[in-house]
């Protein structure tokens, strides 16, 4: 079965999955990727909290794991 990421997808489970995604995270301007808070945030909250679009951001992580 696929790695396919959603809102509710934990940052630490996406990056556990694929290290490469991080310059996803970065470039929204989280930059603490392995800090216990972050690593612990659903990708809508860490998006919300960014200012980011998580539908968005989740179709972005998805082709990026699709290759």
Known sequence: ???EVTKDTVIGDILDHDETTSQYFVEMG???L???ASRGETLEEACM???VDADAMVK???SHLAG
């Open 1 to 3: 079965m696929a790695f």
């Open 30 to 32: 989280m930059h603490c």
């Open 34 to 36: 392995y800090c216990p």
């Open 49 to 51: 909290v960014h200012g």
């Open 60 to 62: 972005k992580l998805n």
